[in-house]
């Protein structure tokens, strides 16, 4: 992942932190006041406000040199409850020093034994939390990543039973891909088989859902392993790389994709980067799509009832309509939307292929004859007919924002560069739902707005489209 300092997220954490910190401060003086007998004394010299004010700030850098924001994917428990260890006792002694410099003296030994339990203690809570609520969500296939190993020696097996004593981490592996043709079908370890050669690569990272690509094996090794790498990067597929690092052998530069050196459980790797994948971070826009997404279903049920009526008033067949989309990295599902058409519409499509008026894999025509009578073509000016898809949201399919989930068939006539956009979670909406004329644009232009969503993504970007989606709602912008 991505490293999480200078994020929203970061913020985030800092804040809850460092309220947790000051917290157990209170805490603690209000316990020091209220013990029986002598215990319980407190003299009113030294000022413990600018004690409380000393701590929040020798804590907030303590944070920051000890590294307390790793990511909760690659990270162990005891990493974490070494950190915080690591930090409360580095923030101690900040905080004497401090305090020698500004001559504040006699403050309760007792006192800050107590808060320091207390610290530890409910900072090590907080993370516990964090790590096992990520940690039960992975274990029922929640944020899973698929990981397909290049390699199938000593370092794929290292780096397969590295994922498989790290269960808890969500991390898959969907097999292994050698040199020549001549080893597929081989066991590599603990069941994982060769499934592949490299001249099936490609083909491979098209057909399967695959988050990451673990070279483990030397780079050098491999024909044309420069084409392999811009392909995956163009594709918007993580790639790591475990040393000895011979991408310098190649003269390879990456054109999109960030560099990072990580350690993936336990594994050095120099990590190849596309896509906005701060797990921090998505984790708050994930939070936001449930609550969000929970608030509008509900506040839309009357809405929802009413255009489910009307449907079925004025035309035959089901209220919704299902139809196969892809998502996050390929992975198929069912999307859900307010039936427009009529209930053969997918059939009548043959008919009228030549009047398709969009270039590029998609369907599209202006005065389209199977939208049923003055309800469809309402639903599909205000974009309404896409509100079933909360239920997608709420299934964790998609996104409120994001890049529109497409059919299968549109993605196989897809250019490799275009199938980046499947590298973020589909979402209700994106760039091209509130673009003027958006009708208009040509494929490539609706595929360059999807990847600039995806290359500036942010979470102040996220809400902004939200609310220019609900202008253009008003406004009927939609066809």
Known sequence: ML??????????????????????????????????????????????????L????????????????????????????????????????????????????????????????????????????VFMLLRRLRARGVNTRNVLVIGSRERAIDLIRSVENHRGT???????????????????VNGHKVIGSMGELEQYLIDNVVDELVFAIPLRLIVYADRYLSMAESMGVKVRIIPDWQIHYLMYQPGIAHIQFEDFLGVSTMALQT??????????????????????????????????????????????????RLGLNGRKFM?????????????????????????????????DPRIITWVGVLLRKTSLDELPQLI????????????????PSEVGEYSIWQRRRLSMKPGLTCIW????????????????MDLKYIDTWSLFNDVKLLVLTAKAVLMGSGR
């Open 335 to 367: 999307v859900y939307k307010f039936r427009t058409m009529v209930d053969n519409a997918d059939e009548l499509q043959k008919e009228l292929m030549e009047m398709n008026e969009a270039d590029g894999p998609v369907f599209k025509i202006k005065n």
């Open 275 to 324: 896509t906005p994948q701060n797990e921090g971070k998505l984790f708050i826009k994930t939070l936001m799509d449930y609550g969000a997404g929970f608030f509008f279903l509900v506040l839309s049920l009357p809405l929802l009832i009413v255009i489910s009526a009307a449907i079925k008033l004025i035309s035959k067949g089901p209220v919704l309509y299902k139809q196969e």
């Open 3 to 52: 490293r999480e300092h200078g994020t929203i997220t970061t913020e985030v954490q800092k804040v809850l932190d460092i309220a947790i910190t000051a917290s157990s401060f209170i805490a603690a003086y209000y316990i020091k006041r209220n013990l029986p007998g002598a215990w319980g004394h407190l003299s009113i010299e030294p000022n413990y406000y600018v004690v409380l």
């Open 433 to 448: 739902q509130i673009s003027p004329r958006r009708n208009d644009l040509s494929f490539d232009d609706w595929m360059k």
């Open 54 to 129: 000393m701590i929040i700030i020798t804590w907030y850098i303590s944070f920051q040199w000890t590294g307390m924001y790793i990511s909760y994917r690659i990270s162990t428990f005891w990493e974490f409850l070494s950190i915080i260890i690591k930090s409360v006792f580095l923030g101690l002694v900040l905080l004497n020093i401090g305090l020698y410099v500004i001559h504040l003296q006699d403050i309760s030994r007792l006192l800050m034994g107590i808060f320091l339990a207390l610290n530890i203690f409910l900072l090590t809570l907080s993370k516990f939390m």
């Open 392 to 407: 997608n949201v709420l299934r964790g399919e998609m996104s409120l924002v994001g890049p529109r989930p497409p059919i």
């Open 170 to 188: 969500g991390y898959k592996i969907l097999g292994c891909f050698d040199l020549t043709a001549d080893m597929v079908g081989n066991t590599v």
